[in-house]
């Protein structure tokens, strides 16, 4: 991908997603691997008269990370901040308090030009339709249910808990998502999933190698077996302690432009996947607060929402499936 078409998508969704307007304080977050896309989002952003700043840190050891004190002092005096970093800053303190000083946030964590061109060229207005008809069925229901014919059968209450619509435009101060965009999510209630989760497409960044069988109790991982896969995320959780363990969101991919690729930033949004995190849920509503937060996604799920199938063999039913 040339620079040109690299800034050109920048500037798509820098206008379109997060509509920046001349004269506003733009931060571009990025570390030592993803300076390009950083640098892409900069001249993008200078191109439309604002006034960009970009700021370059170590790329970290794991999503949900605080980046360092400069970094979320910037973030907190800014109009709009966009992260195209290796791992992920949306479940940190620094992005919160961004957030609620009235920044709009776009987090990018594992970015690539490749996703990019396929993705910030995708119809937001269906998506956005999809994504808000999917996060109000997630607010109404009370209970969740995920089955597959690999063995997943893991059920959690949703009671009381909002369903969020990550639709791709951050627009009003403090809106926050990510780019790109393309899924309706909730934290479960705490201490409520039970069952089986078998993690079939992708987890840490990369396709699994083999499937990733999680045993939940009482709301946490107890036991984790499927490979290299499984064993580094076993190891992470294990590292942080505390409630790391804990399911901590169950989100439904609705982004028809997205492909599973390995990389959980577009993953999660393929249409018709679900994906579930462990670790922090804070950002969304629950109340785990620890310095991860590690998806996995599921291909070809079944998904039942007090008993009626909304996902069915990773299709949207009652839907549009596409544009």
């Known amino acids: 991908m040339t620079t040109e078409a690299l800034e050109g998508a920048a500037a798509r ?12 304080v733009v931060l571009v977050v990025c570390d030592d691997r993803t300076i390009l896309l950083g640098q892409a989002f900069y001249a993008a952003a200078l191109a439309l008269g604002t006034e960009p700043l970009l700021m370059v840190k170590e790329r970290g050891r794991r999503d949900g990370e605080e980046p360092p004190r400069p970094v979320a002092a910037a973030m907190a005096e800014a109009d709009v901040v966009v992260m195209p970093t290796t791992y992920s800053l949306s479940h940190t303190a620094a992005r919160r308090d961004a957030s609620a000083r009235g920044a709009r946030v776009a987090s990018m964590p594992g ?6 061109r396929r993705t910030f060229a995708a119809d937001y207005g269906a998506v956005a339709r999809r994504t808000r008809a999917l996060a109000e069925l997630l607010t109404r229901a009370d209970t969740a249910r ?13 009671a009381g808990r909002e ?11 403090g809106s926050f998502g990510n780019l790109p965009a ?6 479960p ?34 036991r984790i077996r499927g490979g290299r896969s499984a064993a580094e995320l076993e190891r992470l959780l294990e590292e ?5 363990a804990t399911l901590a969101e169950l989100g439904i991919g609705t982004n028809d432009g997205a492909v599973v690729t390995g990389n959980v930033l577009e993953d999660e949004k393929v249409l018709g996947t679900v994906h579930v995190a462990f670790g922090d849920n804070a950002s969304m509503g629950g109340r785990v607060a620890v310095p991860i937060h590690v998806d996995g996604v599921i291909l070809a799920p079944t998904l039942l929402l007090d008993g009626r199938a909304v996902v069915q063999d990773g299709r949207l039913l009652g839907l549009p499936a596409a544009p």
Request: hydrophobic content about 40%; aromatic content about 4%; proline content about 5%.
């Open 13 to 24: 969704a820098l206008k379109t997603c997060l509509g920046v307007r001349p004269g506003e």
């Open 111 to 116: 970015l690539t030009a490749d996703m990019m």
């Open 146 to 158: 995920i089955l597959t014919p690999l063995g997943t059968d893991l059920t959690m209450s949703l």
């Open 163 to 173: 369903g969020h619509a990550d639709t791709g435009f951050y627009l009003e101060p």
């Open 182 to 187: 393309g899924e309706a999510y909730v934290a």
């Open 189 to 222: 209630v705490e201490g409520t999933a039970e069952g089986l989760v078998v993690i079939d497409g992708s987890l840490l960044d990369r396709r699994v190698d083999e499937p990733v069988r999680v045993w939940v109790e009482g709301g946490k991982a107890v």
């Open 240 to 244: 942080t302690g505390g409630e790391a």
